[in-house]
């Protein structure tokens, strides 16, 4: 009996670790990393056109295509200053590629003139990233968007 189980235990201990190994021709030590697409960086632009709304989001149409518009507290600034659909705009900032399977590309916006009116956004704005202007860490350094005591604990 204890032949059998020293054999049963040593044989699921092989299993184990055969099963731990990769298999394929990806795997292996000489294997290769497949390779990454390189996605080009994004040029600064200036595009002018009308407002429309395509499935509920703003977008712009030019003479050519038609661009959904990134532009942060879009709706606020309608709301406040009565943009509507139609209105004249003119867009700096930075044409960004479409997500796969969509035919519109997306509008990172800088600066925006709509109906005479100025929206200087500037790019730090995208380089902050989702804290905004929180400043902090989120779960309360120095301000953060939770508090925070203003030391380490």
């Known amino acids: 009996m204890k032949k059998f189980s020293l054999g049963l235990g040593l044989l699921v201990a092989v299993v184990g670790l055969a099963s731990a190994q990769g298999f394929g021709p990806m795997t292996g030590p ?13 040029q ?3 595009i002018e056109g009308k407002l429309v ?13 038609t661009y959904l518009v990134r532009m942060p507290r879009f709706y606020y600034y309608a709301y406040t200053d009565g943009i509507k ?9 930075y044409e960004l590629p479409t997500y ?3 035919d519109k590309p997306f509008f990172a916006v800088t600066k925006a003139v709509i109906n005479g ?7 730090q704005f995208y380089a902050r990233g989702m804290r905004g202007a929180f400043s902090g860490s989120f779960m309360g350094g120095r301000g953060g968007m939770m508090g925070g005591r203003g030391g380490r604990w």
């Open 30 to 42: 000489g294997a290769q990393a497949p390779m990454q697409i390189q996605q080009a960086t994004p």
């Open 44 to 46: 600064a632009k200036t």
């Open 53 to 65: 709304f395509v499935d509920g989001l703003p977008a712009l149409q030019a003479k050519d295509k």
């Open 85 to 93: 659909e139609g209105a004249a705009m003119k867009l700096d900032g």
């Open 100 to 102: 796969p399977g969509q």
């Open 117 to 123: 009116k100025t929206y200087d956004i500037g790019a």
